[in-house]
Each structure stands twice: as structure tokens, then as C-alpha cells.
């Protein structure tokens, strides 16, 4: 009789099994690895004002930079800020190169496939800004204005439905056209995201710009690896300690304009 099959059927059989015994130990690693080390490798964005971007001073700042050292400083470790791109965030999340991504990250069923998620930390939203001379209250306010909006987006097909029929659209080829042309003054108003507005009111402090009317609402969540349960379990104890006592509002309202308002929790 060849044992030779046989044995090599046997050590197969034995290496798999090990591999399934060790995988759950494995993922469970990030918090305590984290624990030990005394350092958490947070990826965030660094080109996306007023979440991530480099000030002056050559050092990444925004909402999500705060946030990344809110939960690093609550877990008693340094914070290493790992710079990603939209593309290569949950890639960089998945390889273990961080163990979490705070970067303007939205939930869909697709990412839920490949990663999981905390509670929400703050919210991302396309909003009505105008300088801060201008009142607007309400959206009625808005009548007689004109708006600065990129041709077929969401803002104006949102706030058709919201305002009074005499607000005076002016459409632009995109989204830098018509934060170009609010800008140059050639309207009073711009319907535009937070992202593109933080990056407009950065560049132009000189317009006295602020966050008027929210227009439509999408949570940030921060992105964790699949198995990673009890990271994310302290995560969302500290989110939930933040989002008690205020910090979270008071983030929002320095970042983004505004109040964190009531984010949706994990499930």
C-alpha cells in the first residue's frame, strides 16, 4: 500500500483545519494589538476640506483628523494618520496596513459585504450656502435669490421640491463652474455639498460664506475589518460617549456649520 497519498491527504486535511482554528483568533488581534503597541493606524483623507486636507502648517486637520484622535486619546494610544484616496481606503482596511478608516465613509450594502461598520460620527449633506450678510432662514427665503447649481444635480432636483417657484436657478457645465461663478459674485447663493463648499470657503475666507439651509442628509461611518468585533464594540462606546456629552455636535458645528444631529447607530 502507497502511504504516500494517504499522508499527504492527512497533513492537507490538518493544515486546513488549523487555518479555520487560527482565522477567528487572528481577526479578533486589531484591539489587542492595538492595546499593546500603544499606537491605532487610522486612515483619513487628505484633499477632502472640511473633512481632511493639510493646513498651513504642512498638518493634516478637518473633522475627520479630529475624530481620528478623539477615539486615539480615548484609547490611551498614539494615533498614526495614514493619508488614503477614495480608491485605495477600505483596500489599505482589509490588508491590515490600519485598523480603521475614517474618511468620509458612507454605508451601502456592497461595502457591508467586504467590511463592517461603526455608528455614524458625522454627517455628510448637501446644504444652501450664501455669505453671511444674507439672510436666509427658511427656505422660502430663498425666493427671488439666485442659485448657483452644476447642470442635472441633485441639489436643484432637491430643492424644487423644497422652495417657492420664483427661485432663479443658474446652471453651470459642473460643480467648479458654479463655485466658480458664486465666487465671482454672479449669484447669491450655491447649492453644493459640504465637501466642495469646505474647499470653496477655505480658498475664499474673503466671502464671509456659511452653511444656510441642509438640503439632503448622508452619514459618515468609520470603516472597520470584517471580524474586528470588539474594536469596533469600543469604538462605538467611545462614539456613543462622544455623542452624549456633545463632542460630536460641537465637531460638526467648527468642521461642517452645523450640529451632528441624531446619527444613525450600527446595527
Not at 504516500?4 to 486535511?13: E, I, K, N, Q, S
Not at 486546513?16 to 492595546?35: E, F, I, N
Request: glycine residues 8%; positive net charge.
Amino acid at each position: 500500500m502507497n502511504r504516500r497519498p494517504f499522508l499527504h491527504a492527512m497533513l492537507g486535511a490538518a493544515a486546513t483545519t488549523l487555518a479555520l482554528l487560527c482565522t477567528p483568533a487572528q481577526a479578533q488581534d486589531a484591539l489587542s494589538q492595538v492595546m499593546q503597541t500603544k499606537k491605532i493606524k487610522i486612515a483619513v483623507p487628505t484633499d477632502y476640506p472640511p473633512y481632511g486636507f493639510v493646513g498651513l502648517d504642512l498638518q493634516p486637520q478637518g473633522l475627520d483628523i479630529e475624530v481620528a484622535k478623539l477615539i486615539a486619546n480615548k484609547l490611551g494610544v498614539s494615533v498614526e494618520l495614514v493619508p488614503v484616496t477614495s480608491a485605495n481606503r477600505i483596500p489599505y482596511l482589509q490588508t491590515g496596513q490600519v485598523q480603521l478608516v475614517i474618511s468620509t465613509l458612507g454605508k451601502n450594502p456592497d461595502r457591508m459585504k467586504v467590511i463592517d461598520f461603526t455608528h455614524a460620527y458625522s454627517p455628510f449633506f448637501q446644504a444652501v450656502y450664501a455669505p453671511k450678510s444674507l439672510a436666509i432662514k427658511s427656505f422660502a427665503d430663498l425666493g427671488g435669490k439666485t442659485i448657483a447649481v452644476a447642470k442635472g444635480a441633485m441639489e436643484e432636483q432637491e430643492l424644487v421640491k423644497s422652495g417657492p417657484a420664483s427661485m432663479v436657478f443658474k446652471r453651470y457645465e459642473d460643480q467648479a463652474a458654479s463655485t466658480a461663478a458664486f465666487v465671482a459674485g454672479q449669484t447669491q447663493v450655491i447649492a453644493t455639498s459640504v465637501s466642495n463648499a469646505g474647499l470653496m470657503m477655505q480658498k475664499n475666507p474673503q466671502l464671509g460664506a456659511e452653511f444656510k439651509l441642509l438640503i439632503k442628509d448622508s452619514p459618515n461611518f468609520i470603516g472597520v475589518a470584517k471580524g474586528q468585533d470588539a474594536l469596533r464594540a469600543k469604538v462605538n462606546d467611545i462614539l456613543l460617549a462622544a455623542r452624549k456629552d456633545g463632542t460630536l455636535d460641537k465637531l460638526a458645528q467648527q468642521w461642517l456649520g452645523r450640529p451632528a444631529g441624531d446619527l444613525p447607530l450600527s446595527e
